[in-house]
């Protein structure tokens, strides 16, 4: 069974970080790319950051540029989101995605995403 599970969320101050992760069973990284997206409460879900396992390309979102770096440990199966200077606009249910038929990593393609966890929810308070 393909199955997506994040982990990492949860409260913090704004200033801090946290580190996000996505670990894959059922299949490996290789080939995939990876996207962190979040939905914010009466908001639209968002692509704030990708990386891809094929040419190893990698996006964010302006909102989140220069703050959050995304890595992969292909030895672990995991992608990391690491995130910093937390800002209350950073409150969200975060969830990562894949999907093999997405070869580079843009501001793009976010719709294509195939295989989703089930998230895992960050909260910065002020």
């Known amino acids: 069974e393909v199955q997506l599970v994040e982990s990492g969320g949860g409260l913090v101050q704004a200033g801090g970080s946290l580190r996000l992760s996505c670990t894959a069973s059922?299949?490996?990284?290789?080939?995939?790319?990876i996207g962190w997206f979040r939905q914010a409460p009466g908001k639209e879900r968002e692509g704030v950051s990708c990386?891809?396992?094929?040419?190893?390309?990698?996006y964010y979102a302006d909102s989140v540029k220069g703050r959050f770096t995304i890595s992969k440990n292909n030895a672990k199966n995991t992608v990391y989101l690491q995130m910093n200077s937390l800002k209350p606009e950073d409150t969200a249910l975060y969830y990562c995605?894949?999907?093999?038929?997405?070869?580079?990593?843009?501001?793009?393609?976010?719709?294509?995403?195939?295989?989703w966890g089930q998230g895992t929810q960050v909260i910065v308070s002020s």
């Open positions: 995605a894949a999907e093999l038929l997405i070869l580079s990593c843009g501001n793009n393609h976010w719709d294509e995403y195939g295989n």
């Open positions: 059922g299949f490996t990284f290789d080939g995939y790319t």
């Open positions: 990386i891809s396992s094929s040419d190893g390309s990698t």
